[in-house]
């Protein structure tokens, strides 16, 4: 295999002249990858894996800036659905209570606070397995208001038909978070109240929209390198990647039925981050959780494999994330800036430092 950072590894499926133009253009989508070239990535030695993950990141984004996101949980607890990971799911005692949905005015007020900390993008994030019409016309009115803070927004709120994505794109909505957690192999032994096409046909449905997608997973619930292989596989042969693409490290919540699962091989997640950044080179690649647990060394090695977005606040939904403190001097010492509120998330012209 190539060192060449813009050339494509042998194995990978496509038609030479669609090849061509995929590269020449860089257009998304248009390249599918096989198991056998994803694996290949998998397997290089880490030196070399990284060098090829940061070049592209170079070719794609400014590799000193990091967008910063914050997750507002606007309904915690109580949700139908059963995922294994999860602190908020009926189905596990994990002492979480069931909320209301918040108010406008609170999510205003959030929207505020999170606009002076540097946030660029705030994400609501709701524990139902679909939302109802009149929680869909709050939710609304949420993104409105978020975006006349001057954020972006990302709301978060289970399965969507394709009426309630229409009306969240006429809200303004900027992106839709719908991770697909897993690979297809893997998905049925993390959560049975739903399968792995209902994630993919409601991710259909808000590209449908028009909305932008972000849509992820989780390391470390046991699941193989194989899984982690098929899952960024299927995320980035979707028609369209996601431009916004989370690596969760799994936060173990006691009364889960993940909560006894291994912890994930450091050097195994920054590979994991490296493929996600090589595989879908455009797109804005999110630490999100599980920074708790990592040391600054670790977080460094994801930022150099390509990770350029974080979720900051000291509570991710309901489990613990760095504090503000740790974060502002993880960044100094790396010299690496928060993208302005002002500047979108999308990537830089190629060519860029
Ligand atoms: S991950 Fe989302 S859908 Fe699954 S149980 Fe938790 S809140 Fe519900």
Redesign the pocket.
Known sequence: MSFDPVERPDGCDVPEKQARRAQARELPGLQRWTREAVAEWFDMPFANLLFQAQSLHRKHFDPNQVQISRLVSIKT?G?????G????????KTGIKPTKLMTLAEVVEAARAAKATGTQRLCL?????SPRARDLDLVCEMIAAVKAEGLEACV?L?MLDEAQAERLAAAGLDYYNH?I?TSREYYSLV?S??TMDDRLSTLARVRGAGVKVCSGGIIGMGESRDDRIGMLMLLANLPEPPESVPINALMRVSGTPLAGASSIDGIEFVRTVAVARILMPRSVVRLSAGREHMSDELQALCFFAGANSIFVGEQL?TTPNPSQERDASLLGRLGIQPLSSNQPSSPAPSGSA
């Open positions: 607890g949700c139908p659905e059963d995922c990971y999860c602190s908020q799911s009926a189905h596990h994030g709701a524990a139902w397995r978060t289970g991770n957690d959560a109240t739903r939904l």
